[in-house]
């Protein structure tokens, strides 16, 4: 069966840092892609960052980019995103999610689209 287990979110200062992980189980991780995705309060769904397992290659929302960072460790079945400077806007319930690699990794950000999602964790930037 397959699964999506985020941890790692928490309360932060702003400037401050956090690391987001997902383990994924129940398939096999290269071929398809991993998607962090979050929503604030009365926002609607926004794609931060995807992966492609196989290739490894990335896309990012211009939001965090040069800030937040996605990486992967096939071995461990894990998907990481890497969230340095943070800010209050970046405040919110934090998801990932998988697809098949039938899209780019931009258009699976783009489109929300996915086949299964992790129960989501809390990235709380306030002072």
């Known amino acids: 069966q397959l699964q999506l287990v985020e941890s790692g979110g928490g309360l932060v200062q702003p400037g401050g840092s956090l690391r987001l992980s997902c383990a994924a189980s129940?398939?096999?991780?290269?071929?398809?892609?991993i998607g962090w995705f979050r929503q604030a309060p009365g926002k609607e769904r926004e794609g931060v960052s995807c992966?492609?397992?196989?290739?490894?290659?990335?896309y990012y929302a211009d939001s965090v980019k040069g800030r937040f960072t996605i990486s992967r460790d096939n071995a461990k079945s894990t998907v990481f995103l890497q969230m340095n400077s943070l800010k209050p806007e970046d405040t919110g319930v934090y998801y990932c999610a998988v697809r098949v690699a039938t899209l780019t990794v931009q258009d699976m950000c783009h489109t929300g689209v996915a086949r299964n999602w992790g129960q989501g964790t809390q990235v709380t930037v306030s002072s």
């Open positions: 129940g398939f096999t991780l290269n071929r398809y892609h």
């Open positions: 992966i492609s397992m196989r290739v490894g290659n990335t």
